[in-house]
């Protein structure tokens, strides 16, 4: 496998691995991020034996085609997105819930 620097990100002909930092990213946008590839791998994740702050995130290719570092970069970016949705919903989902709950309130009528 060949290997490209941060994120760690190892590259062979049908698969890759990313190791993704937990401090960085929570689980559940590390699973959001791997949604979004799930039509085109076949996806395995687990804790790092030796780190359990390190989550290892497998792709095999469905298809057979060979993985070009275009894949990983792709993923790492969706990684950022889910992220920041994350940070977003957490900080203002409540803005949200509020306008939600309006909308749906019956309107009194006079």
Do not use: W
Request: proline residues 4%; hydrophobic residues 40%.
């Amino acid at each position: 496998m060949t290997k490209i620097q941060f994120p760690v990100v190892e590259l062979d002909n049908n698969k890759f691995q990313v190791t993704v930092d937990l401090t960085l990213y929570s689980k559940d946008v590390i699973t959001a991020a791997i949604y979004n590839f799930s039509h085109l791998f076949y996806i395995h994740q687990q804790t790092d034996k030796s780190n359990p702050n390190l989550v290892l995130v497998i792709f095999e290719s469905k298809d057979g085609n060979t993985i070009t570092v275009d894949i990983p970069k792709q993923f790492c970016n969706k990684l950022i997105d889910q992220q920041l949705r994350y940070n977003i919903n957490t900080q203002f989902g409540y803005i949200r819930d509020i306008i939600v709950e309006e909308a749906f309130n019956p309107v009194n009528s006079k």
